[in-house]
């Protein structure tokens, strides 16, 4: 996959648990968004899987042009 689709123009705001395991969308065909739902295997990519140490409210990327993935960095603002 060389460029992800862009699906969505902001984050999406959402509570994360501490030592759950996630799957973001990095190639932007998931109709789960932020998450990955498999579309991937048609389209290219691989989700990023993370989980974070405590609970805590993250404004994950739709727009795939973030430099610090999962995590929107504000690029959607840029393009």
Not at 14 to 19: P, S, T
Not at 32 to 43: D, L
Request: proline content about 8%.
């Amino acid at each position: 996959m060389s460029t992800p689709k862009r699906a969505g123009n902001q984050p999406v705001v959402i509570e994360l648990e501490k030592d759950t395991k996630y799957a973001w969308c990095s190639c932007g065909y998931s109709e789960k968004q932020p998450f990955c739902n498999g579309a991937h295997k048609n389209e290219g990519g691989v989700p990023m899987i993370f989980s974070v140490e405590k609970d805590k409210k993250a404004s994950l990327c739709t727009c795939k042009l973030t430099s610090n993935p999962p995590y929107c960095d504000g690029s959607h603002r840029t393009e």
